[in-house]
């Protein structure tokens, strides 16, 4: 028992290492979109430059929580549909409330739209960690400690 619950917190302390890689990531790609690439006019660009964060952020996820986390080394093409499945909806939803977080932020505070995007990013990092991680651990890697 107390080494399938060592096993256990070492596993989640690789996923939020993980989870810190892919949000630096994350933040690196829709800094750079949103500062010299695109920029934030609308609604519309912020989903754009927070799109294309999200997928790179992904494709690392994918490498490192499959080798490192879940040990799962073995690339069927199932794995990475289940993966795939997984990080989408989480995209979807994640993205969702971020969307409507900047929007809020953007609206009602004085708040630069690169501020507020920002803030929205980290609310949408704190829902898709949790998501993920619940995800991977029981739908995409299961049975791989």
């Given at each position: 028992?107390?080494?399938?619950?060592?096993?256990?917190?070492?596993?989640?302390?690789?996923?939020?290492?993980?989870?810190?890689?892919?949000?630096?990531?994350?933040f690196l790609v829709?800094?750079?979109?949103?500062?010299?690439?695109?920029?934030?006019?609308?609604?519309?660009?912020?989903?754009?430059?927070?799109?294309?964060?999200?997928?790179?952020?992904?494709?690392?996820?994918?490498?490192?929580?499959?080798?490192?986390?879940?040990?799962?080394?073995?690339?069927?093409?199932?794995?990475?549909?289940?993966?795939?499945?997984?990080?989408v909806s989480t995209?979807?939803?994640?993205?969702?409330?971020?969307?409507?977080?900047?929007?809020?932020?953007?609206?009602?505070?004085?708040?630069?739209?690169?501020?507020?995007?920002?803030?929205?990013?980290?609310?949408?990092?704190?829902?898709?960690?949790?998501?993920?991680?619940?995800?991977?651990?029981?739908?995409?890697?299961?049975?791989?400690?």
């Amino acid at each position: 028992m107390k080494q399938r619950l060592t096993a256990g917190l070492w596993q989640t302390m690789k996923f939020i290492f993980v989870g810190l890689l892919n949000t630096g990531i994350d933040f690196l790609v829709f800094n750079l979109l949103a500062y010299y690439v695109i920029g934030l006019g609308s609604p519309t660009a912020y989903f754009f430059c927070k799109s294309i964060a999200f997928l790179a952020a992904m494709t690392n996820s994918f490498f490192f929580n499959s080798r490192f986390t879940f040990k799962k080394h073995d690339q069927k093409k199932g794995l990475w549909w289940r993966f795939t499945l997984i990080t989408v909806s989480t995209f979807l939803i994640s993205s969702l409330i971020s969307t409507l977080a900047f929007n809020g932020i953007v609206d009602h505070t004085s708040l630069s739209a690169i501020l507020a995007g920002n803030i929205s990013v980290v609310i949408s990092v704190a829902v898709g960690m949790f998501i993920n991680f619940i995800g991977y651990k029981f739908f995409v890697f299961q049975n791989h400690e």
